[in-house]
């Protein structure tokens, strides 16, 4: 009897232990998908799946379609190496203060490597709407960006851009968006104008 009662705590510590992991495991990632991005303080990828998901949810025809905005900032890289990571990336932190500013209200910023940046823009009625977004968004890039004093760094913003449609996903907008920037940045890399 008493080799019986050994066993069934052994498995009662077993499943606790389990348990436990099975808990720290669910609160990592937690704190993960609500981390945000430590140079910008802007979300990050897992965060804007999220909120991705919640858009499209409510997108409707009373709502409005949603529309997602893949941003890159071409030259970034050539600060980088000509000036220093520390330079850059005071650079990509202004840049996604001009971002943030030039958003419409409700619309969300989020970082998601280096040099892009995507923008989740609900409440489209009109199928121009996400070309007016993006070329304010563009225009934000007119004024070299100014990291430090005396240093003037000109970016160039590609963006592309997807609108939602019955089918969409969080992940199949966001890549149809960067493969649209990509494009972009492609047919400029071809006709000599690289930002």
Do not use: W, Y
């Amino acid at each position: 009897m008493q080799t019986i009662k050994l066993e069934e705590s052994q498995d009662v510590l077993v499943q606790t232990a389990a348990v436990v992991a099975a808990q720290r495991q669910f609160a990592q990632r937690l704190r993960q998908r609500t981390v945000a991005d430590p140079l910008t303080g802007l979300p990050v990828r897992s965060l804007l799946i999220d909120r991705l998901e919640l858009a499209l949810a409510a997108a409707g025809p009373a709502t409005g379609r949603l529309a997602v905005l893949s941003c890159n900032l071409d030259g970034i890289t050539v600060l980088e190496d000509t000036r220093g990571s520390a330079v850059a990336d005071a650079a990509r932190a202004e840049a996604a203060g001009r971002l943030v500013g030039a958003v419409r209200q409700g619309d969300v910023v989020a970082r998601i490597s280096a040099q892009t940046f995507i923008l989740l823009c609900p409440g489209i009625q009109a199928a121009e709407d996400p070309q007016r977004i993006a070329l304010r968004v563009a225009a934000a890039f007119d004024e070299p960006l100014r990291p430090l004093p005396g240093v003037a760094h000109r970016v160039r913003l590609s963006v592309g851009v997807a609108l939602s449609g019955r089918a969409s996903t969080p992940e199949s907008l966001v890549a149809s968006a960067n493969e649209a920037m990509t494009s972009i940045r492609h047919e400029r890399q071809g006709s000599g104008r690289h930002g």
